[in-house]
């Protein structure tokens, strides 16, 4: 009987991260079908026991200290003993690698080991969010890169990097997927101008550094303008972000914290238009469930973006330059916001879009991928 352990650190549940690429890994192992029996083995943290106990089932590996260090460390030194004492026979390892979490043994028995590489980190990148220790972080992202040789990335611009530094391996294309209801929810438009981010709460990743000061320069036009923000982070990160959103006037801004799926589609059945300045990007699923709920996109020209919006027909997309992503990020804005034919073409076209992602029919191209890594 075959079997599929993943390993990642993230989770849908992780108090730290919850980002897209662990709601992928958990779209995707619970779609795989009989004969295959599936585990997630993911880093734990305080309460994780309350979560992942239905098929597929999750094993927890490392601290429950409220330490997100403490967690990552712990999650990586017991998923590199538990991988190396683990019994390959008819058994396909397959991971969402970290570079802030290595684990080396996943660049051990390539041929039956499958490396989803959600997003390319980079040397500039890594720094900025974790200063010196960001080098280290860049080191294992080229290991994961150059030594691996069976990978599937969720956009062509990081399978074409994939493919440049490790020529030999084979890189599959599969994007993330969505929820097919979000493709069937009436608007409820605001009467003000709304702009909406969704996603991981992570202000240097998604460039809300970038977005506060754009939406700035998007009241000083339109002054009744309104920017909702909603997704999940740690206490520090949300602290964080309340105290910069205090340049913005407290009648402009929505910050809504860990909402449900329920109250997340209702957000977006507001909004006028959907943005997310990332500096990088793997697909960004939640830039796909705006589409889906009949949202343009505003966002820049990071990888994921490019697959996952389409570029005057779904979306703008603007340059992703430190000097001009906030100035252009905010124009892009304007011009949606200003015209509402042109924002109902978009609608159309990205809810015609979202709906070539469900996630049905993406589990079962990696199942048949994972299965060939069998024969």
């Known amino acids: ?61 490392g601290t429950r200290k409220d330490n997100r260090w403490h967690s990552r460390f712990g999650y990586s030194a017991k998923a590199q003993r538990a991988l190396s004492g683990l019994d390959r026979k008819d058994t396909v390892v397959s991971a969402s690698p970290s570079a802030f979490a290595p684990v080396p043994a996943l660049l051990s028995h390539g041929a039956s080991t499958l490396l989803v590489v959600h997003h390319i980190v980079g040397l500039s990148n890594a720094w900025r969010k974790f200063g010196p220790m960001g080098l280290v972080a860049h080191l294992h992202e080229r290991m994961i890169l150059t030594r691996g040789r069976n990978y599937v990335t969720v956009n062509n611009a990081v399978a074409a990097r994939i493919r440049k530094v490790n020529p030999a391996a084979r890189v599959e294309f599969l994007p993330n997927g969505i929820e097919p209801s979000l493709l069937t929810i009436a608007p409820a438009r605001d009467t003000r101008p709304t702009a909406i981010f969704v996603g991981r709460l992570d202000i240097a990743m998604k460039g809300l550094d970038r977005l506060i000061p754009a939406f700035a320069q998007v009241l000083r036009e339109l002054p009744n303008a309104r920017l909702l923000l909603a997704g999940r982070g740690s206490s520090d990160t949300i602290a964080d972000l309340r105290e910069r959103l205090k340049v913005l006037p407290p009648d402009s801004t929505e910050l809504h914290v860990n909402v449900s799926d329920e109250a997340k589609a209702a957000l977006l059945s507001r909004a006028w238009l959907f943005c997310s300045p990332s ?97």
């Open 279 to 375: 500096r990088f990007e793997g697909w960004c699923i939640a830039a796909v469930e705006a589409q889906a709920t009949g949202l343009p996109v505003v966002a820049t020209t990071a990888d994921g973006f490019l697959d996952s919006v389409r570029d005057g027909q779904t979306g703008l997309l603007v340059k992703n330059d430190e000097d001009s992503a906030s100035r252009d990020t905010a124009l892009a804005i304007l011009a949606l916001l200003r015209d509402a034919d042109r924002r109902e073409r978009m609608a159309q076209a990205a809810r015609a879009w979202a709906g070539n992602f469900q996630w049905d029919a993406l589990a079962a191209r990696q199942q048949e991928l994972c299965a060939s890594l069998l024969t």
């Open 1 to 61: 009987m075959p079997r599929l352990v993943h390993l990642s650190y993230d989770s849908p549940w992780n108090p730290w991260l919850a980002g897209g690429g662990a709601l992928r890994d958990w779209e995707m192992a619970k779609r795989f079908t009989a004969p295959w029996e599936v585990e997630l083995w993911s880093g734990a943290f305080p309460g994780c026991e309350a979560f992942g106990q239905e098929a597929p089932a999750t094993r927890w590996l």
